[in-house]
């Protein structure tokens, strides 16, 4: 078999959307994770030879790491028990941060075997793998990172347990700005502090936004867009575990972005913008806010990637 | 002016659909209440001269009627304080019977008046006029009958207050089966027994099937419409009020249809289906099982009607 190394990415992504609590999530361009990796003899299973860019905080072993378990579960399923693979990871975000970097190894992780073996499974077939491989990070299955970073684009999933997930259209122009504040909370903590109970009337309210949303991006219409990227629920709960959210969100809004709220758990935040200026207006204009509450920050400016995981 | 009369008809609508609670709703081909008006002379404002179909259970005071609301409301914008609108309102839909009686009168009520004053404005900008009108009948401010009645189609509303209303394309082939028992429930008991929370868990999976439902109208998906065509939260508490509910919905997905619920508050009880054959042979299937538990019914069959209140 080849020793030829190759070389895969997976882009950060953006889950929740404001109003798509658990249901829905978007790529990045940039960051993304990356992983090298060869098919080697006599060393059946996946190995995960060297981790760069984690500080040390990530397990090598295999069914403790995301990219592994991803990898490893997929190569399960191929079932010939000869074949092994050697990885490297390159951790090229942060972690803890809610930008979908345990996500991202996954995506990769199963990305990379799947071009090893020549592509035995097409990309939407990868999923499995790589949700069960982002469960070992934080426990839940939920593919409202993985999808996006795998597959690209705007993803809806319907139900997560059978993964019933689908593409929505992103209208051309539509940028996106990240800002990812340099504090760290656990989507542990962040999912604990959530109410199991919510109002009717909250219920009726995010339901409309969200479908709002997804007519919005299926029509084109900013304006539509704009008025439903609000989210009632989750983000009133969980702006208090980052400092300072609320005055990152109003300069946000003071540079005209569609909408604006929290990444995933974060404590990252997220800008959306129908053009590229106004994205990095938002992104300069959110760190400054940030900075005020003496919180040191990095900016991310993107278009919505269509293309997820990719051979690099 | 003329006296000419002219004569408009309003569609029965069902709202809700399942997972679109106070969001969502479509309009059927048949049936309809049908208005027929006059300019008078010397006679300011609306007047109902006689109504017809609702064994007098409904006010021809205009401003206790809906159609009389409607109207009344679009004159009053107009500004001219010299019209004078005759109208006799021919009910040929049940009330109280979750088929959208009062919003189709209301519909047709302000579609007349537009009419008769050669269209002053477009069918979409009497949204408000006709949500006021139905306003009287119960209380509530919102578009998920008025808006299919008036403009056809299957109608999304963000948001009731703004009346932020959006058309959603339905695929070719889709059929609506309507079945409306003869009892009688009230929309204020059919709201009051709703609780005021709900679980985030719950939010989640109706969400999820909101949005897969507009996902799937819009790819013309009727897999995904089939997945999604169900409701966590309303239906459950709901059920109580209408004898044999579980029996009819079982009956009707036992002919393959995409999914059953109740229509609006109720009692009616809709099925949509891929083909018309599927959408009769529930209708069938539907009106025995009501039969076992000795309600009489009535079965509707119909497209969606793409027109809605229309010149007759």
């Not at 905080?57 to 399923?77: I, P, Y």
């Not at 073996?117 to 793998?129: N, T, V």
């Not at 122009?173 to 959530?194: E, Q």
Request: glycine share 10%; net charge neutral.
């Amino acid at each position: 078999m080849s020793k030829t190394g190759i070389k895969v990415f997976a882009p950060a992504t953006v889950a929740n959307m404001a109003c798509g609590y658990d249901l829905m999530g978007f790529a990045l361009e940039r960051p993304g994770d990356e992983i090298i990796g060869r098919l080697v003899d006599n060393k059946p299973g996946v190995h995960i030879t060297n981790i760069y860019g984690d500080k040390g905080k990530l397990s090598k072993e295999t069914m403790q790491n995301t990219a592994g378990v991803a990898a490893q579960k997929f190569l399960d399923h191929i079932g010939d028990p000869s074949i092994g693979i050697e990885m490297e990871i390159y951790k090229k975000m942060p972690f803890g941060s809610g930008m979908g970097s345990s996500a991202a190894s996954a995506a990769a992780g199963v990305m990379l075997a799947n071009e090893l073996l020549k592509r035995p499974l097409r990309k939407q077939e990868l999923m499995p793998f790589a949700v069960a491989g982002e469960q070992v990070a934080d426990g839940a299955y939920h593919a409202d990172n993985v999808a996006p970073s795998l597959l690209g684009g705007i993803v809806f999933i319907r139900d997560n347990e059978t993964l019933d997930f689908h593409r929505v259209s992103a209208p051309p122009g539509l940028y996106a700005t990240l800002v990812h504040p340099h504090i760290r909370i656990l989507t542990k903590d962040s999912r604990d502090i959530l109410s199991d109970t919510v109002t009717l009337k909250q219920t009726i309210t995010q339901n409309g936004n969200l479908g709002g949303l997804i007519i919005g991006l299926y029509k084109g219409d900013f304006d539509l867009i704009k008025r439903s990227l609000q989210d009632v629920i989750i983000e009133p709960q969980r702006a208090q575990l980052i400092p300072g959210f609320y005055d990152v969100k109003v300069a946000a809004l003071q540079e005209n972005v569609l909408g604006c709220s929290i990444s995933g758990a974060g404590p990252s935040v997220f800008a959306l913008s129908n053009n590229n200026l106004n994205a990095e207006n938002a992104g300069h204009a959110m760190q400054r806010a940030f900075a005020k509450h003496k919180i040191e920050s990095t900016v991310y400016i993107s278009k919505i990637n269509s293309e997820g995981a990719i051979l690099y």
